[in-house]
């Protein structure tokens, strides 16, 4: 299992940009999909975005398609989620996470929770006027 570290959230204002991070420093993440989650207070966890472990495939929740995007560095060791025209909506702790049951195929995407994937601790991303 890789250790996951997420960076880059903070305060911005309605219509702000932010790019997340999710980086490891034990090995690289080549060899995995790896997805991002976000949970609000008071609401269940959200799949918003992943990319396959070879990058050719990512996807998107409707909440988010258009407005953000994914990718992955070019030393394997990070996966970025650009996040533009952001909303009140957007307010959330963001997670990456790695996992057998995290499933990232041209039209699917779709996770199931295994004892085997990794979580990052979160950033928090707060869109306030």
């Known amino acids: 299992q890789v250790q996951l570290v997420e960076s880059g959230g903070g305060l911005v204002q309605p219509g702000g940009s932010l790019r997340l991070s999710c980086t490891t420093s034990?090995?690289?993440?080549?060899?995995?999909?790896v997805g991002w989650f976000r949970q609000a207070p008071g609401k269940e966890p959200e799949e918003i975005s992943c990319?396959?472990?070879?990058?050719?495939?990512?996807n998107y929740a409707d909440s988010v398609k258009g407005r953000f995007h994914i990718t992955r560095s070019s030393d394997s060791k990070a996966v970025y989620l650009g996040m533009y025209n952001l909303v009140p909506k957007d307010t959330a702790v963001y997670f990456c996470?790695?996992?057998?049951?995290?499933?990232?195929?041209?039209?699917?995407?779709?996770?199931?929770?295994?004892?085997?994937?990794?979580w990052g601790l979160g950033t928090q991303v707060t869109v306030v006027s």
């Open positions: 996470a790695t996992d057998p049951g995290l499933m990232c195929a041209p039209g699917n995407f779709h996770y199931r929770r295994t004892d085997s994937g990794s």
């Open positions: 990319i396959s472990a070879d990058a050719g495939t990512t």
């Open positions: 034990s090995g690289t993440l080549d060899n995995y999909a």
